[in-house]
């Protein structure tokens, strides 16, 4: 069965530093997501992604955030300058041309110190 | 804006005793709802989803989940219970289809505990 996958599953890094998180959506999906959690906290959208340009965004996606689908296979959120506040665990979900069901990898863990 | 409440942050049954989660969400149309579990460590799988029709909905590992508009509710059930089903669990609302996605509005979660 086809799934989303990420990398890397988890990344410590140095506050003010720019990380970039990869995800693989699963092959024929259109709609792209990023969404992150905080420890303890509840699962939140940051993103939304379709035909090359961020079709949604909340107010926590400012300008430190960007995204990227490089190539036909993945899908990129980049954090630019990292702060204490952006460790979470962030999601990448993506669905098809139905948009209804949206399905999520397994998330990358960031750690910022 | 769409919004969902999780009353319950912690439950517990014991292995065998029936199981219901409750979720009430605030949105202005016909929502689609989800429920997605996360187990520690791992990411969100989608238990079952209501867009429309039936109002009783069943999912995987044998969920199911009632839609009842009249209360703005969406709760889980489980006839029984199994240990493996300790794990977090998600209510979701969208509120329709946007021009470019469906964003996703979580609860806080049902964190369950499973006593043998």
């Known amino acids: 069965e086809p799934e989303v996958t990420q990398t890397p599953s988890h990344q410590v890094t140095q506050m003010g530093q720019e990380v970039i998180l990869r995800c693989v959506p699963i092959?024929?999906?259109?709609?792209f997501y990023w969404y992150r959690q905080i420890l303890g906290q509840k699962v939140e959208f940051l993103v939304s992604?379709?035909?090359?340009?961020?079709?949604?965004k909340s107010e926590i996606f400012d300008d430190q955030f960007s995204v990227e689908r490089p190539d036909g296979s993945n899908f990129t959120l980049k954090i630019r300058s990292t702060k204490l506040e952006d460790s979470a665990m962030y999601f990448c979900?993506?669905?098809?041309?139905?948009?209804?069901?949206?399905?999520f990898g397994p998330g990358t863990r960031l750690l910022v110190l | 804006a769409q919004s969902v409440t999780q009353p319950d942050i912690h439950i517990t049954v014991s292995e065998g005793a029936s199981l219901e989660l409750r979720c009430n969400y605030s949105?202005?149309?016909?929502?689609?709802l989800f429920w997605y579990v996360q187990s520690p460590g791992q990411g969100l799988q989608l238990l079952l989803k209501?867009?429309?029709?039936?109002?009783l909905v069943q999912g995987i590992k044998g969920f199911e989940a009632e839609f009842k508009r009249s209360q703005s509710s969406f709760n889980l059930r489980k006839p029984s219970v199994h240990w493996s089903d300790a794990a977090e669990y998600f209510c979701?609302?969208?509120?329709?289809?946007?021009?470019?996605?469906?964003?996703?509005?979580f609860g806080t979660g049902t964190q369950l505990k499973v006593e043998l």
């Open positions: 979900a993506s669905s098809g041309e139905g948009r209804e069901t949206q399905y």
């Open positions: 092959s024929n999906h259109l709609y």
């Open positions: 992604f379709y035909n090359n340009e961020i079709s949604e």
């Open positions: 949105y202005g149309a016909t929502p689609y």
């Open positions: 209501y867009f429309s029709g039936d109002t």
């Open positions: 979701a609302v969208a509120g329709g289809l946007t021009g470019g996605g469906n964003k996703l509005t």
